[in-house]
């Protein structure tokens, strides 16, 4: 692992910045399910691209995982991943009011409705703190059934480093978790500094 891309001035409020948008995420999902959804704290960390899969692996820990990637573009430009524990859809599907019998059919369209709530509230939260625009493409499924390593090994993760931001939500009444990581590559790291340092500067 690399020397840090952010100073520690950078990194807080970065990690605050995050918890803001974490929580915008945290309460689109609350107000679905009706339901208190609890969130860890953001962890931020500069990963070596070719270690991302591993790292990955040991945060969320579980081997049956199914994934969703969706891309963010504008004047910040990554890529967010949402990470499931398989284990745990039948409760994600009965909390959005899928029938029993169809869970499996519609399994992919319950990953991509959450990423894409999850993701849209979570950036779009973090875009209003750093004051930018930003848009996003259509969520896409990774995977499913597989362990993470074999998730993200189809990745072609060509930046020598990526700032990796990643949060785990889960719901207080139910069995359900899932890990939303947030991936800037080593190329959009001055842009990150920049409004990072504007958003240090209003305050």
Do not use: W
Not at 125 to 137: C, T
Not at 153 to 180: A, D, M, P, W, Y
Not at 191 to 199: H, K, L, P, S, T
């Amino acid at each position: 692992m690399n020397a840090p891309l952010l100073n520690e001035d950078q990194r807080d409020a970065l990690q605050e910045i995050t918890n803001i948008g974490m929580g915008r995420a945290g309460d689109s999902i609350a107000r679905i399910f009706n339901e208190f959804v609890e969130l860890s704290v953001p962890r931020i960390l500069t990963v070596e691209g070719l270690q991302l899969a591993d790292k990955v692996a040991e945060m969320v820990g579980c081997k049956d995982v199914s994934g969703v990637r969706q891309a963010f573009h504008g004047q910040l430009r990554g890529e967010a991943l949402v990470i499931y524990n398989h284990q745990h859809c039948n409760q994600l599907a009965e909390l959005f009011g899928y029938e029993p019998e169809s869970v499996s059919g519609s399994e992919s369209e319950l990953l991509l409705d959450v990423t894409n709530v999850l993701v849209g509230a979570c950036l779009g939260g973090m875009a209003e703190q750093f004051q930018i625009d930003i848009g996003f493409s259509a969520p896409a499924l990774m995977g499913e059934h597989g362990a993470v390593t074999d998730l993200l090994r189809v990745e072609q993760i060509e930046t020598k480093q990526v700032l990796f931001v990643e949060v785990n939500f889960k719901l207080e009444r139910h069995s359900f978790s899932c890990h939303l990581i947030i991936l800037m590559s080593d190329a959009q790291i001055a842009m990150v500094e920049r409004a990072i340092d504007a958003f240090i500067e209003r305050f």
